[in-house]
Nanobody, 120 residues
């Protein structure tokens, strides 16, 4: 069974840093685009960062503070978050466009999410 599992969330003070990880497990034929989304209480889910076609793109609110990266050999996507602000508090979800080995059609998969809380 193909799935995405996030880790690395937690409570951090304003100005602090966290690194989120997302590991893809199962028999995977291909991983194409990857992304991180977040959803704060009472708000819609929003795109934070993505790697598409080899290029990284970021929401304006996190540019210069967050960095998305991937390790294809480890089937892992990272989100390095620096200079965190209280408004970054949300559940962060990993998203990947993948094709399972058993059914090599690209489709989107979501992780269960990891909570990030920025508070003093």
């Amino acid at each position: 069974q193909v799935q995405l599992v996030e880790s690395g969330g937690g409570l951090v003070q304003p100005g602090g840093s966290l690194r989120l990880s997302c590991v893809a497990s199962g028999m995977i034929f291909r991983i194409a685009d990857v992304a991180w989304y977040r959803q704060a209480p009472g708000k819609q889910r929003e795109l934070v960062a993505q790697i598409s076609g080899g290029s990284a793109n970021y929401a304006d609110s996190v540019k210069g503070r967050f960095t998305i990266s991937r390790d294809n050999a480890k089937k892992t996507v990272y989100l390095q978050m620096n200079s965190l602000k209280p408004e970054d508090t949300a559940v962060y979800h990993c998203n990947a466009l993948m094709s399972p080995l058993a059914d090599p059609v690209l489709r989107y998969f979501w992780g269960q999410g990891t909570q990030v809380t920025v508070s003093s």
